[in-house]
């Protein structure tokens, strides 16, 4: 009976070297030996390290082209397309999310990321009209704090409507 193939997509190809990414390998040692031993009994390969804690495998062989095409034609491996590149925009809003959550956490809740720009605004802008540069940067920094501390304000407004009338 023949062995399961293991599902990869192909992330780098040289020469003489492959790096597949196996997904179901994540975190699973004893699945990540005895696809190394299945791998490494392929023709042409001459070492295999697989990385169980990121599901990579990388493949050291004569010719990669011959290997690539023994591994995935009827060997181990069974080829599947590549997932779709998360887009930047997402990735910064994510990035833009932790590094929020990370100083309102060390700050107790007392500052979030917005706060902390206006303050670092604030604090450059002073520092500039120190200097003396009172034109150039002192204002954009001031407008740029300002225009920041406005939309901190935003999220006050909802809080101060109670039904009282405002007062």
């Not at 590094?99 to 917005?114: K, P």
């Not at 605004?121 to 009172?134: D, E, I, K």
Request: with cysteine; charged share 20%.
């Amino acid at each position: 009976m023949q062995e399961p193939r293991v599902q990869a997509y192909l992330v780098h190809r040289t020469a003489t070297r492959l790096r597949f990414r196996v997904q179901v390998l994540h975190r699973k040692a004893g699945l990540a030996e005895d696809l190394a031993d299945r791998i490494a009994g392929v023709e042409g390969v001459s070492r295999v390290l697989v990385r169980p804690g990121t599901g990579s495998v990388i493949v050291e062989c004569d010719a990669a082209d011959a290997v690539f095409e023994r591994l995935t034609g009827s060997g181990p491996l069974r080829l599947r397309r590549p997932p779709k590149p998360v887009p930047v925009g997402v990735q910064a809003r994510f990035a833009v999310a932790l590094v929020d959550r990370a100083i309102a956490r060390s700050s107790e809740g007392q500052w979030d990321l917005r706060s902390a720009a206006v303050a670092l605004l604030t604090a450059a802008a002073l520092y500039q009209l120190v200097r003396g540069n009172l034109f150039g940067p002192v204002t954009t920094l001031s407008l740029n704090a300002l225009s920041l501390l406005g939309s901190l304000d935003g999220g006050a407004g909802e809080g101060g409507s109670n039904g009282d009338g405002g007062a």
